[in-house]
């Protein structure tokens, strides 16, 4: 669309929430936002958001979305599982691109929201830092080129707050090379080990979540073969680099037709 995108954000209160206000802001040239979303019951309900938090003065904190927003309007969620298959359906109804960063998804609500996708763009992602969308493909093509003998190991590190294990990062590097593969993630994964464990069979995937302090995200993916292994690892320094990749993405989709999208699509990433 030409002019700045308009922008709904969904937990505009918590971390990265915030981040998105104060960079949507920081670039008016880019992106203004329409609406910023809480839980019900959410003190601050009601009370405006101040230029200093990254909202325009006069918008006030709500618990449900604008009603009338033009069709170009993209929501932005970085909240609560159930709390974003409530509101999914606002972009349904409206036509209103949808950008989920939402993490520890089920299977049902997952479904839910790419229902969603046959009356409006929907992009879903685990992650929507560039880097690690650029760490998908490379999981993806070094499974294609290694195969099944290079056995494939996952450890990521969050902070102490993180409630859901493991990452939704995590889960998208295992599921990057169970495609190049054919394996399934139910199947192949194992979440830890204890006790007399086994030898490893060929094919798994070991998944090892770790928490503390205040650490934003790492994720390495280890491809250990006879005599060698590979490790690709991102680290995130700063939630910046996500609420910039959620912008990137909500610009992008705006005014797209009725579809489930990808950050593949965001940065043109073939295959």
């Not at 593969?181 to 080990?193: F, I, L, P, Q, V």
Request: aromatic share 4%; proline share 5%.
């Amino acid at each position: 669309m030409a002019g700045p995108t308009p922008i709904v954000v969904f937990g505009a209160e918590g971390r990265v929430g915030r981040m998105i206000l104060r960079l949507a802001e920081d670039d008016p040239e880019h992106y203004f936002i329409v609406g910023a979303v809480e839980r019900r019951g959410h003190p601050r309900l009601g009370m405006g958001l101040l230029a200093s938090e990254g909202a325009p003065p006069g918008l006030r904190l709500a618990d449900r979305p604008p009603e009338g927003a033009a069709r170009e309007t993209v929501a932005i969620h970085f909240s609560s599982p159930e709390a974003t298959v409530e509101h999914i359906a606002w972009s349904a109804r409206g036509g209103h691109g949808a950008v989920v960063g939402t993490t520890g998804l089920s299977g049902e609500q997952r479904a839910r929201i790419e229902d969603a996708a046959r009356h409006a763009p929907i992009l879903i992602t685990p992650n929507t830092s560039r880097g690690v969308n650029v760490l998908f493909h490379l999981a993806r093509e070094a499974a294609r080129l290694l195969g099944e003998d290079y056995d494939v190991e996952i450890v990521e590190m969050h902070h102490h707050h993180k409630k859901d294990a493991p990452s939704g990062t995590a889960r998208g590097l295992a599921e990057a090379v169970l495609a190049a593969r054919g394996g399934d993630y139910a199947r192949d994964t194992r979440h830890g080990r204890q006790g007399l464990s086994g030898e490893r069979t060929r094919g798994e995937i070991g998944m090892h979540a770790l928490r503390g302090g205040d650490v934003v995200g790492d994720h390495t993916l280890i491809l250990a073969g006879v005599g060698e292994r590979i490790e690709l690892t991102h680290r995130a320094q700063a939630r910046e680099t996500f609420a910039h990749g959620a912008l990137r993405a909500a610009a992008w989709l705006s005014g797209r037709p009725p579809g489930l999208y990808s950050m593949k699509d965001v940065l043109g990433i073939q295959g």
